[in-house]
């Protein structure tokens, strides 16, 4: 009776997954459509990609070529604003995992006098978006002289409200026994942190690392502000102005931003586990 009990319970657990799975796999599809109809695209011919856009022939490489990328290299200097991009973004990323962990540090394990006002107003921060600010922003870093240039396209988004309160969420949940050991054995706060604490947080810093290139890769609006010199700029400027020069070739276009959105995937799927573990471990959970 045992065996008969069980057998519909398991059939029920089968097409539940088989239900979810089934879910889960149509999203992924959702999802994926465009970025494969763009990765087709840019392999067809420029009078291809219109008109097979609305079918299932959009999905199917036909004629395939390099040629738009070809192009795309010959009519804009794409490797400068690739060049840029990294630069800029990889500058943003690196100097706020070492600003950001360290605010988020202090936040977890100082005790000083202002501590929770200090903790509320970087939670305050996090519901005033850059459009609110960048004008007078635009203003402060056009008296100081920074417009065209790379500074003025990093330092505004080095400190992040967002990612202190990560590595706040994280270091708070962290065991104080083995810092504590460290400092008994002579251990200093700057060698406790960087020999103790980070080992222990890779999950949160590729998680925060990831979460700003995204943010930062594809940047628009304050690029566009204060630069005017292409020498500097990122390439969601470039694709702007590519996409501004005639004539307009859609193939061209679908080229140029699977080459920008490239790195962004390469980035994730290497850092796939540790964003996971940090999704899971970090404040995003909470």
């Given at each position: 009776?045992?065996?008969?009990?069980?057998?519909?319970?398991?059939?029920?657990?089968?097409?539940?997954?088989?239900?979810?799975?089934?879910?889960?796999?149509?999203?992924?599809?959702?999802?994926?459509?465009?970025?494969l109809f763009m990765?087709?695209?840019?392999?067809?011919?420029?009078?291809?990609?219109?008109?097979?856009?609305?079918?299932?022939?959009?999905?199917?490489?036909?004629?395939?070529?390099?040629?738009?990328?070809?192009?795309?290299?010959?009519?804009v200097p794409f490797?400068?604003?690739?060049?840029?991009?990294?630069?800029?973004?990889?500058?943003?990323?690196?100097?706020?995992?070492?600003?950001?962990?360290?605010?988020?540090?202090?936040?977890?394990?100082?005790?000083?006098?202002?501590?929770?006002?200090?903790?509320?107003?970087?939670?305050?921060?996090?519901?005033?978006?850059?459009?609110?600010?960048?004008?007078?922003?635009?203003?402060?870093?056009?008296?100081?002289?920074?417009?065209?240039?790379?500074?003025?396209?990093?330092?505004?988004?080095?400190?992040?409200?967002?990612?202190?309160?990560?590595?706040?969420?994280?270091?708070?949940?962290?065991?104080?026994?083995?810092?504590?050991?460290?400092?008994?054995?002579?251990?200093?706060?700057?060698?406790?942190?960087?020999?103790?604490?980070?080992?222990?947080?890779?999950?949160?810093?590729?998680?925060?690392?990831?979460?700003?290139?995204?943010?930062?890769?594809?940047?628009?609006?304050?690029?566009?502000?204060?630069?005017?010199?292409?020498?500097?700029?990122?390439?969601?400027?470039?694709?702007?102005?590519?996409?501004?020069?005639?004539?307009?070739?859609?193939?061209?276009?679908?080229?140029?931003?699977?080459?920008?959105?490239?790195?962004?995937?390469?980035?994730?799927?290497?850092?796939?586990?540790?964003?996971?573990?940090?999704?899971?471990?970090?404040?995003?959970?909470?």
């Amino acid at each position: 009776m045992t065996g008969n009990h069980e057998t519909p319970k398991q059939a029920m657990r089968f097409w539940r997954k088989l239900a979810v799975y089934g879910c889960l796999s149509v999203c992924a599809l959702i999802y994926i459509s465009p970025i494969l109809f763009m990765l087709v695209a840019s392999l067809k011919p420029d009078e291809r990609v219109l008109p097979e856009a609305g079918s299932w022939q959009a999905f199917i490489p036909v004629d395939v070529s390099l040629d738009n990328y070809r192009e795309v290299l010959t009519r804009v200097p794409f490797g400068v604003y690739l060049l840029n991009s990294l630069i800029i973004t990889g500058s943003i990323v690196l100097a706020g995992l070492v600003v950001n962990s360290l605010a988020g540090y202090a936040l977890a394990r100082l005790r000083f006098r202002g501590r929770w006002l200090t903790m509320g107003f970087v939670l305050a921060l996090l519901i005033i978006p850059l459009e609110a600010i960048a004008v007078p922003l635009f203003y402060e870093v056009t008296w100081l002289g920074w417009r065209d240039t790379y500074l003025v396209q990093i330092l505004p988004f080095v400190a992040s409200a967002f990612s202190i309160y990560l590595f706040y969420s994280f270091f708070a949940g962290l065991p104080r026994e083995l810092e504590e050991a460290a400092r008994m054995d002579g251990a200093g706060p700057w060698r406790v942190f960087f020999q103790i604490v980070v080992p222990l947080s890779k999950p949160v810093f590729a998680t925060v690392a990831i979460v700003t290139f995204l943010l930062f890769w594809g940047l628009y609006l304050w690029p566009l502000m204060v630069t005017t010199d292409e020498s500097v700029r990122p390439l969601p400027l470039g694709m702007a102005t590519f996409r501004s020069l005639p004539p307009l070739r859609w193939g061209d276009l679908m080229a140029f931003a699977v080459m920008m959105v490239t790195p962004v995937l390469v980035l994730f799927l290497i850092f796939q586990r540790w964003f996971v573990r940090g999704v899971v471990y970090s404040g995003i959970k909470q």
